[in-house]
């Protein structure tokens, strides 16, 4: 009989209840018992909807408050001695005072803590909060929510699999916090904590416990891979009998097949959509005692199943393996999409042709039901019926006028290399622009957006209601937007931004301005803690029929004689935070949307909007977790971005943002993609970031690194920041170094950002001086 499984599933809530319940917490509107009770809710809707659809093996511990490693630091006790200051100053009961402190830091009676550093989750737009490892690291239990959670479960009637964060992968998505050591060397005071964690579980009756691995998919160095036979030997030992499900997913295992193949574990799971071409030599080498879970899938884009493509794979599997060793399943978790799409009726913005290609997270376990109860060959009259609707939407979609326009592609396919290279080098170009705008060494500036307050949100939320009128809603934005200028005229600031209060989401916003997209209402996904996006649909060919931020840059820029920022999001990341349609190369994708980028680009320069900053934070997001894979995406990426600034002239200043990333392995492309000015997320790793802009590679152009941390409510201090500064200054020549926030500044309230910026302005005049 053919298992059907999930490997986990979104925990914000179809309505972003998390998120509220969070928020009205560290607002101290709630009580710990009322956040947990609204937590207790989502996990119970979310078991029984999984229940209800027929899933076998249904996950628990895949809930988080903020995030899963985060949740294994807690577990494992590797909490960084800088909280000991604050044990006294919280409430212990719960530790969600302690497990907040270290993913948004802590600021209250005398005790000011920095946050964990956070970073991506791997290729996706999820971001994690980093173990921090010390060489002396210790390792206790110190949490039981793997327990807690999997009891709680059980007294609602509902068996699940325990998800638990694989040793070898948590140290790995760590970082060493000094220097002599390396952290996959502190494997073996980790197991014993693990051995602990399985054998609870397995004395709680526990019948399968989930182990994921994601690092089995990726480049791993031999010293790492050759740790995995023994590491879950001590595992397998410690699970006493439970079934142990190791999940690897993002990739296909390639090299690391031999060695996730013969681990002594009872199920692997394959991500067949990262992979699908895989199988055949997987299958060729699969031991007698191994199950396969196939992820067929696709866990982290919203298109229906192929079930034809699914079925011919699961076959293949079923042919060689027989139907007791092989399980359906979606190819990773379900944390990336959305929770229902019975929750959209907004045909306008979701037309129904484009609603009928879509499956949101319950749908998705509707198609593993179905494609094992296909497979299996018992076909019952509904799961025939809707075998032959999967196959009329593939039909729908791949000869819909609404995806193809032949002009977009022509343009695309015309695209040279002078349409990707600035007419001067950088040299000249900085000669033209120190000319043009006269700014002062360590220029202060800001990512681009400033406090979405209550009251703006209102007024976006009233005008598309219709309680008020276009002509009220510009008013109100204009007001704002002048108070905003007026404020960093006061504070001092050297390169204005017009505070984007008219925009909803940096990729959101220009995706309705665009054809080829399609929105949802409630299609929210995860970005990081209470952060919750709703990517927009590319579905078509990316066009742009009109202006789209030209407006309130230039209505900015004539309130001042300060130069203002015009505010764009790059291609790269529009189509990073999208779902991409899967029907033709991303690649293509990315040059429509670049070449929508710089008909906007040359339309700023034209209204006088002179300094333009083209946001690219996901460039480093987007690159292939396999080294061998790199380098074809680089190209098209930087040239894409290339594409969307070069056509300007010489003393146009293109600025572009990215952040919470590492850029060691990638610091020439970026250089390569030869913006004047970077600005870029620093100030969590205290500037450890910066040495790959100064090793043996020295970035060329300008630089603007983070002097502090918009994800934490706390205020740095200005010798906080004239530290940073100065570090800073001591690997990057001072004449290419800004000063600014590390992001925008939409999630903060307007005291801690006015006194923020009031410190940052302060710090960068006492580096003038200094200089």
Request: with cysteine; charged share 30%; glycine share 4%.
């Amino acid at each position: 009989m053919l298992l059907t499984n999930n490997l986990g599933y979104p925990r914000v809530g179809a309505f972003r209840e998390l998120k509220k319940a969070n928020e009205s917490y560290w607002a101290k509107k709630i009580s710990a018992e009322e956040l947990l009770n609204v937590a207790a809710e989502i996990r119970k809707g979310n078991w029984k909807t999984q229940k209800d659809a027929g899933i076998d093996l249904i996950p628990s511990n895949d809930f988080s408050f903020y995030d899963q490693v985060l949740d294994f630091t807690l577990t494992v006790g590797a909490i960084p001695a800088r909280y000991n200051s604050l044990l006294n100053k919280i409430d212990r009961k719960y530790n969600l005072d302690l497990y907040f402190a270290l993913a948004r830091g802590f600021q209250e009676d005398g005790v000011d803590v920095t946050a964990q550093e956070m970073t991506k989750w791997f290729d996706t737009n999820y971001h994690y909060l980093v173990p921090e490892f010390t060489k002396n690291q210790e390792f206790k239990l110190t949490s039981e929510k793997f327990l807690n959670e999997y009891n709680e479960a059980k007294g609602l009637g509902i068996e699940t699999k325990p998800v638990v964060l694989g040793p070898i992968t948590y140290l790995l998505l760590g970082k060493e916090k000094e220097e002599g050591f390396n952290r996959i060397d502190l494997i073996d005071k980790l197991i014993p904590v693990y051995e602990e964690i399985l054998g609870k579980l397995a004395a709680a009756g526990a019948k399968y416990i989930q182990i994921d691995e994601p690092f089995l998919a990726l480049d791993i160095d031999e010293k790492t891979k050759s740790l995995y036979a023994s590491v879950f030997e001590k595992l397998k030992a410690a699970a006493n009998g439970t079934k142990l499900i190791v999940a690897t997913y993002f990739e296909a295992l390639r090299d690391n097949e031999d060695t996730a193949l013969n681990l002594p574990v009872d199920v692997l799971h394959l991500d067949l959509v990262r992979g699908e071409n895989h199988l055949d030599t997987v299958l060729a080498k699969v031991p007698a005692s191994l199950t396969l879970s196939l992820g067929v899938v696709e866990g982290r884009n919203i298109w229906k199943n192929d079930y034809e493509k699914s079925l011919g794979l699961i076959k293949k599997a079923v042919d060689a393996l027989g139907k007791d060793r092989v399980w359906v399943a979606p190819s990773s978790s379900l944390l990336h999409v959305p929770f229902d799409l019975d929750n959209e009726d907004n045909e306008e913005s979701l037309p129904a042709e484009v609603k009928n290609w879509l499956a949101f997270a319950k749908q998705k376990l509707a198609e593993v039901k179905d494609l094992a109860i296909l497979a299996e060959g018992e076909v019952d009259a509904k799961t025939a019926e809707r075998f032959e609707a999967n196959k009329q939407a593939a039909e729908s979609r791949r000869t819909s006028p609404l995806i193809h326009k032949p002009e977009v592609k022509e343009r695309t396919a015309n695209i040279t290399d002078d349409d990707a290279t600035r007419t001067s080098k950088f040299a000249s170009r900085k000669e033209a622009q120190k000319a043009k705008f006269g700014l002062p060494d360590f220029a202060t500036t800001t990512i681009g957006s400033f406090p979405q307050t209550k009251d703006v949100r209102k007024w976006r939320a009233d005008l598309k209601k219709g309680a008020i009128t276009q002509e009220q809603y510009d008013k109100e934005i204009a007001e704002e937007t002048e108070r905003t200028i007026r404020l960093q005229e006061q504070l001092d600031i050297d390169v204005l931004v017009h505070g984007e209060f008219e925009r909803n989401d940096m990729v959101e916003y220009f995706g309705e301005q665009l054809a080829g997209y399609a929105f949802t209402k409630n299609g929210w996904v995860q970005s990081y803690g209470s952060r919750c996006v709703k990517p927009p649909i590319i579905f078509g060919d990316v066009y742009r029929p009109s202006d789209m931020t030209v407006r309130w840059s230039a209505y900015a820029q004539s309130l001042t004689g300060r130069p203002v920022k015009g505010m764009l999001t790059g291609p790269v990341t529009i189509l990073q935070w999208s779902f991409v349609r899967n029907d033709q190369p991303r690649s293509t994708t990315t040059y429509q949307i670049a070449l929508a980028i710089l008909d906007e680009v040359q339309a700023l320069e034209k209204a006088g909007i002179k300094i333009i900053q083209i946001d690219e934070p996901a460039i480093r997001e987007g690159l292939p977790l396999r080294k061998a894979d790199q380098k074809d995406y680089l190209n098209w990426a930087v040239r894409s971005f290339r594409v969307s600034s070069s056509n300007v002239d010489d003393d146009t200043q293109i600025h572009t943002h990215m952040c919470y990333s590492e850029f060691n392995d990638i610091i020439e492309d970026i250089a390569a993609m030869d913006a004047d000015v970077i600005t870029i997320e620093t100030s969590r790793s205290q500037m450890e970031l910066l040495d790959a802009f100064a090793a043996d590679f020295k970035y060329p152009n300008d630089i603007g690194p983070g002097v502090y941390d918009i994800h934490s409510p706390r205020v740095p201090s200005t010798e906080e920041m004239v530290d940073l500064l100065r570090k800073a200054k001591a690997v990057v020549p001072a004449e290419q170094l800004w000063v600014n926030p590390d992001c925008g500044l939409k999630t903060r309230a307007w005291p801690e950002t006015k006194a923020a910026l009031e410190s940052m302005v302060e710090a960068a005049k006492i580096l003038r001086a200094e200089a």
